[in-house]
C-alpha cells in the first residue's frame, strides 16, 4: 500500500495511492471506524481499524465515490512534516566511501536533521546565496511504527511502518569547514521528502532496492540498497542502542556513490533552475528543483 499527504479543494488529507487517489480521510463520518486525520494516528491503526477501512470502502460505493481524487487535481505533500526526529547515516553505502577513498565504518555514522528541512515533492530547494558548493543525496528513509529502545536485528522489521524517499541536500563548503554536518545540511528546505509512503509488507525487502538520480535528466547515481554497509535493520538496532524511536521517526539510510562533490573529473554543484529527480524502486518519484534564496 502506498500513501501519501496531499492537498485537494484547499483541504489536506491522507490517502491511498493507486491509478487514483483515495482519501482515508473522506470516508469517516460515514462507516463504523474512526479513520486517522493525522499521519501519527494512521502509522497506530491497528489491523482491525485497517479491516474495518477496508470493508467500509468495499461495501460503500457511495462512500468511495466521493472520496477518490485524480492524481492530476492533488498536490503532493510531504508525507510527514513532524517527525519526532529524523536520524541520518554518514558513509553507508559501499560505492559512496570508495569513490571518496573513505574507510568503511565499523558502526553507523549517525547525525540528526531538523524536521524544519523537510519540503514535499514538486517544491524548491532554497539555495541560500552565500552556498556555493551545494549538493544532493538520494537516501531510502525508514518510518518508525512504534516506540523501541534496544531493538535487535532480528526484532527490526516488527517496527517499520513504510519506506519513502529522503533527499539529504548538503552545503559542501560548510559541511567541509565545519568538520561536522549538522550546519551544513540543517538549512530550511534540505531534506524534500516524498512522494509517497509505501507500506513495509508491500516493499519485502528493503535491502535489494533500485536507487537512482538525475539531474537535469543526467543519470548521476545508480546504485541498490543492497549496497549498505548496515543494511535497514542494523541500523535500526545501532540507533535504537542510542535513542529510543518513537512512531513517526525517519531514519535516512545513507546515499550511494554520484553525488556532485565526487564527480570526476571535477564535481557538479547544484545550481538555481537545475531539476532532479530521485527514484527508488517500490516507491516511486521525488522531485525538486533549485531556487536562488536571499
Not at 20 to 33: A, D, E, G
Not at 53 to 58: D, M, N, Q, T, Y
Not at 158 to 179: C, E, M, P
Not at 270 to 279: A, F, G, R, S, W
Amino acid at each position: 500500500m502506498r500513501i501519501a499527504r496531499f492537498k485537494a479543494e484547499e483541504r489536506e488529507f491522507y490517502g491511498i495511492v493507486d491509478d487514483q487517489m483515495l482519501s482515508i480521510t473522506t470516508i469517516s463520518p460515514f462507516n463504523k471506524c474512526s479513520a486517522p486525520q493525522t499521519i501519527e494516528e494512521l502509522i497506530s491503526l491497528s489491523p482491525e481499524s485497517w479491516n474495518n477501512i477496508k470493508e467500509a470502502l468495499e461495501d460503500q460505493e457511495e462512500i468511495k465515490k466521493d472520496a477518490i481524487y485524480k492524481l492530476a487535481d492533488v498536490e503532493l505533500l510531504a508525507p510527514i512534516v513532524n517527525p519526532p526526529k529524523i536520524v541520518c547515516v554518514g558513509l553507508n553505502y559501499h560505492d559512496h566511501a570508495a569513490e571518496q577513498d573513505a574507510e568503511i565504518p565499523e558502526e553507523p555514522i549517525i547525525f540528526m536533521k531538523p524536521r524544519t528541512a523537510i519540503t514535499g515533492p514538486n517544491k524548491p530547494i532554497i539555495k541560500p546565496e552565500f552556498v556555493k558548493k551545494l549538493d544532493y543525496e538520494a537516501e531510502l528513509a525508514v518510518v518508525i511504527g512504534k516506540k523501541g529502545k534496544d531493538i535487535s536485528v532480528e526484532e527490526a522489521k516488527q517496527y517499520v511502518f513504510g519506506y519513502t524517499i529522503l533527499n539529504d541536500v548538503s552545503a559542501r563548503d560548510i559541511q567541509f569547514k565545519d568538520r561536522q554536518w549538522t550546519r551544513g545540511k540543517s538549512f530550511d528546505t534540505f531534506a524534500p521528502m516524498g512522494p509517497y509512503i509505501t507500506t513495509a509488507n508491500q516493499i519485502g525487502n528493503p535491502n535489494n532496492l533500485k536507487i537512482r538520480t538525475w539531474v537535469n535528466g543526467e543519470l548521476r547515481q545508480d546504485s541498490s540498497t543492497k549496497n549498505m554497509v548496515f543494511n535497514v535493520y542494523e541500523i535500526i538496532h545501532h540507533v535504537s542502542r542510542v535513542m529510543t524511536l518513537e512512531l513517526g521517526d525517519i531514519i535516512a539510510t545513507g546515499t550511494p556513490a554520484g553525488v556532485g562533490v565526487f564527480m570526476k573529473p571535477e564535481p557538479k554543484f547544484l545550481k538555481p533552475k537545475d531539476t532532479l529527480t530521485i527514484e527508488i524502486e517500490a516507491i516511486g518519484k521525488l522531485e525538486n528543483f533549485v531556487v536562488e534564496g536571499s
